[in-house]
């Protein structure tokens, strides 16, 4: 495929590292492990097939753009779930 889509859920910590999970819930979890304080919902997002980290907005536009239907039975309003990639 040769247009750029989400491929993981992702969460972003306040020193700008990327945590990556299957859910965001998953995300969290790792953070938390390892001593790392859960940053809010404004950090989840999701990482590219291109190693990028984007938001729940710009991954919806992502996956819309690639013509990828979500896997929950569709998309919610305005932003991307990890429901939707699995």
Do not use: P
């Not at 404004?42 to 753009?65: D, H, I, M, P």
């Amino acid at each position: 495929m040769d247009k750029e889509i989400c491929i993981c859920a992702a969460m972003k910590d306040k020193d700008g590292y990327i945590w990556r999970g299957h859910r965001h819930a998953d995300c969290i979890s790792l953070m938390m492990e390892n001593g790392r304080a859960y940053s809010g919902i404004k950090n989840q997002g999701f990482v590219t097939s291109l190693n990028r980290f984007v938001t729940r907005e710009e991954g919806l536009k992502l996956q819309l753009a690639a013509g990828i239907e979500s896997a929950g039975g569709g998309y919610r309003k305005d932003r991307l779930f990890s429901e939707d990639l699995y």
